[in-house]
């Protein structure tokens, strides 16, 4: 009964969203961070279209988990792992590491010779460290949740 949940991950440019996906990851992105996360802020921030989509779907094409890597040079020098979520009811089920699995092995394959650097929440500072990422500075207020940004060098595992 302990079975993981059969995810088929695709990995979508900005040409390759369907309206239908398109809605359904912003839809997501919503709940997740300005309804659940009560955080009001300017998600559609002209970064998508120049971004990758990895989204998570399960066998009905339902949308299960997102993220948005961003290539080198457009929000920061290294390439970005940004917009990561899960539902809030599917977390605990080990759906967040793969999905960062996913994402870490997709950009590394993208930019091969990149470091990576994130803008995480605080709170999951310890979920980033343990896929590599080193906290820089200090903690920032960003939107109304705190924030550290964390790099993982290219040649990490």
Not at 101 to 116: N, S, V
Not at 122 to 147: C, K, N, S
């Amino acid at each position: 009964m302990n079975q993981p949940l059969e995810i088929h991950w695709r990995w979508l440019g900005w040409s390759a969203l369907s309206l239908d996906r398109l809605y359904a990851l912003l839809r997501l992105r919503t709940q997740v961070f300005v309804v659940e996360q009560q955080c009001v802020f300017q998600d559609m921030d002209g970064l998508d279209a120049a971004s990758v989509h990895l989204c998570g779907f399960n066998a009905l094409d339902e949308l299960l988990a997102y993220a948005r890597v961003l290539p080198p040079g457009l929000k920061y020098a290294e390439a970005s792992i940004g917009r990561v979520l899960v539902p809030e009811s599917l977390r605990g089920l080990g759906l967040g590491q793969r999905l960062m699995r996913e994402a870490l092995d997709g950009t590394m394959q993208r930019f091969p010779k990149a470091p990576i650097r994130i803008g995480a929440q605080q709170r999951l500072e310890r979920f980033y460290q343990a896929f590599g990422f080193v906290t820089l500075g200090e903690p920032y207020l960003e939107d109304g949740i705190w924030h550290v940004e964390m790099l993982r060098g290219a040649t990490s595992d």
